[in-house]
């Protein structure tokens, strides 16, 4: 692999960086913005021009000159209508991402840092009269987490108020994919999975022949018990507590999402504590490990059945993934359906790079967004 490609992933208060050389990682590191930072901007997008500084004086104090960098590649943000896959990052993008017009999150600023530094570069080596070896270079995002692919049987709810959406660890689950794809000697992508993502969300999808036909909205409610989420709740009984008086809206949803799940029961997300804690003979702890292993599996028969049944691989995948007991519990419960394979963690650098050398390399296709048209093959 050939090139040189800087990768920009925001979160709330820190910018991961990587830097691949000729396909070998330089360095990952995550740059930490101090709470004084932060507070002095009304938005995370206000915050692009401090960001911008910190990554280009890290870059210099590693002695690398931006001028070197031939792709950069961002974490993708909420944005609609997509499809999975490879985006440059164009004006439509910038200005839905920069409203926050399909969402606010910290992720929306890393595709405008991308652009921002790439623009940039090639400023830089226009002045210095340099050529680059792969032409302009140019800031790419790939599979962005709101992509929906979905059957149309799959998307729709009870009511029409009720259209299901997408929201899910796409970037990682794709990647997941592929690996498998290249564990199994597979060159063509003609294969139907479910990909389990385990974190403090979990987000369970159905990829067919490269698509991800079905999948569950990890942060709508939509899903099953994860450390930090309620999973699919009583609606009677969620009316009830919205109209009780007793909590403010942002309040339940937090209680949905963030503060549900282990935190609720044992004030942890950390699945490590629970399974301390039940190995220790803490009943409530067994039996809520039992009802994650259970809701879990509930999700990936769901998707299964989506498929008529006809699944060649279970994959498993996230931070919960190094668990080898829930692991092996997930394994003894819905093994039937499919072989299982682990992957444990999830590595968001590693999967944008992956796809910059695919772009260097052309051996993906490029997608053009549109922000008010679905992008179809």
Request: charged share 25%.
């Amino acid at each position: 692999m050939i090139g040189n490609i800087l990768i920009i992933n925001t979160g709330s208060t820190t910018t991961k960086l990587g830097y691949y050389s000729d396909g070998s990682r330089v360095f990952d590191e995550k740059l930490e913005h101090t709470a004084a930072d932060v507070a002095k901007y009304k938005s995370i997008m206000d915050q692009a021009d401090m960001r911008r500084q910190a990554i280009k004086d890290f870059m210099g104090s590693r002695g690398i000159p931006l001028e070197d960098v031939d792709i950069v590649m961002a974490r993708g943000g909420l944005i609609t209508p997509v499809i999975t896959g490879v985006y440059n990052v164009n004006q439509d993008m910038r200005v839905v991402l920069f409203s926050g017009r399909d969402g606010v999150h910290a992720c929306n600023l890393s595709a405008i840092l991308a652009d921002d530094i790439a623009q940039e570069i090639n400023d830089i080596r226009s002045a210095k009269g340099l050529e680059s070896r792969f032409g302009k270079t140019t800031a790419y995002i790939a599979d962005p987490p709101m992509a929906d692919e979905m059957l149309p049987e799959c998307r729709m709810g009870g009511i029409p108020e009720f259209t299901r959406k997408t929201l899910f660890h796409a970037l990682n689950s794709r990647a997941i994919v592929r690996r498998y794809l290249r564990e199994h000697g597979k060159t063509v992508n003609d294969v139907t999975v479910v990909v389990a993502h385990m974190g403090g969300g979990a987000t369970i999808s159905l990829h067919r022949n490269g698509k991800v036909i079905d999948v569950n909205h990890g942060l709508g409610g939509d899903g099953p018990i994860t450390p930090e989420r309620c999973g699919c709740c009583p609606p009677f009984d969620l009316i009830d507590m919205c109209f009780s008086g007793k909590y403010t809206k942002e309040e339940i949803k937090l209680k949905l999402v963030g503060r549900g799940g282990a935190v609720a029961y044992f004030g942890t997300n950390s699945m490590v504590d629970v399974e301390n804690m039940a190995a220790n003979g803490n009943e409530l702890a067994i039996t809520f490990l039992k009802a994650y292993v259970l809701n879990i599996c509930k999700y990936i028969a769901a998707m299964s059945a989506t498929a008529d049944g006809k699944v060649d691989a279970i994959l498993l995948t996230g931070g919960i993934a190094h668990s080898k007991k829930i692991m092996d519990d997930i394994k003894a419960k819905i093994g039937f359906i499919a072989p299982v394979e682990v992957f444990p963690g999830e590595d968001e650098i590693a999967s944008l790079a992956e796809n910059g050398y695919l772009i260097l390399e052309g051996k993906t296709k490029i997608h053009t967004y549109n922000k008010s048209r679905i992008i179809e093959d």
